[in-house]
């Protein structure tokens, strides 16, 4: 079964220091990757996804992230970040299932705190 | 403005009390899902959908029950069977995978559920 493991719980960074968040995924055929950003009590946004063609892919505030298939890898990256930046950060892999359907698999999230 | 409606924000239940946790979209998404978040653990998929009157049992299916009888509606219950339903609760969906290969899901902003 497919699976996403993000190897970092929480991750402390000074504003406008750069940050690497890691995610990694259970090799397959086609993979779909995703990350997503959760604010307090709120719903995730997406934040950038890989379906194919180019390994950096850039996505919305900044953050841009590298499909690394040798590596079965998947890190989120940003250059400088801000105190807004402070939230909780999911990868995830769209699956197929036995039934035939496709499902979306989550990784346990890393929280990014944004220090001044 | 298209989107995917959770209803109520908070919810407040007591131990032996089924309780329904609604969820509409206007996105025309065939597929929804139900995920659960506890601190720690991500987003566990509880069940999901890809059509109307038809669903599938996710990782935790056990103690929860939805329906589809319209595509823009997926309303959850927790019933009293599930032990510890205290959790934020995600639903999202997503355009009819089997035609468009490169879709994300879209979540909704979450329900909040305390056993009292």
């Not at chain 2, 069977?81 to 969906?93: I, M």
Request: glycine letters at 6%.
């Amino acid at each position: 079964a497919q699976s996403v493991t993000q190897l970092d719980s929480q991750v402390p960074v000074f504003e406008e220091a750069p940050v690497e968040l890691r995610c990694n995924y259970s090799s397959s055929v086609s993979v779909y990757l995703f990350w997503y950003v959760q604010y307090p009590n709120q719903g995730l946004q997406l934040l950038l996804k890989y379906l194919s063609g180019s390994t950096l892919v850039k996505g919305i505030n900044g953050f841009e992230a590298e499909f690394n298939k040798s590596q079965t890898s998947f890190h989120l990256r940003k250059p400088s970040v801000h105190i807004s930046d402070t939230a909780e950060y999911f990868c995830a892999v769209r699956t197929l299932t036995t039934s035939g359907t496709y499902k979306y698999i989550f990784g346990t999230g890393t929280r990014l705190k944004v220090l001044a | 403005d298209g989107g995917i409606t959770q209803s109520p924000k908070y919810l407040f239940r007591k131990e032996g009390q089924n309780v329904t946790l609604s969820c509409e979209q206007n996105l025309n998404h065939d597929a929804m899902y139900w995920y659960r978040q506890d601190p720690g653990q991500g987003l566990r998929l509880i069940y999901y959908s890809q059509i109307v009157n038809d669903f599938q049992k996710g990782d935790i299916a056990e103690g929860y029950s939805v329906s589809r009888e319209k595509k823009e509606s997926f309303p959850l219950t927790v019933t009293s069977a599930q032990k510890n339903p205290t959790a934020f609760y995600l639903c999202a969906s997503s355009i009819d995978l089997k035609r468009l290969m490169n879709t994300e899901a879209f979540f909704g902003q979450g329900t909040r559920l305390t056993v009292v």
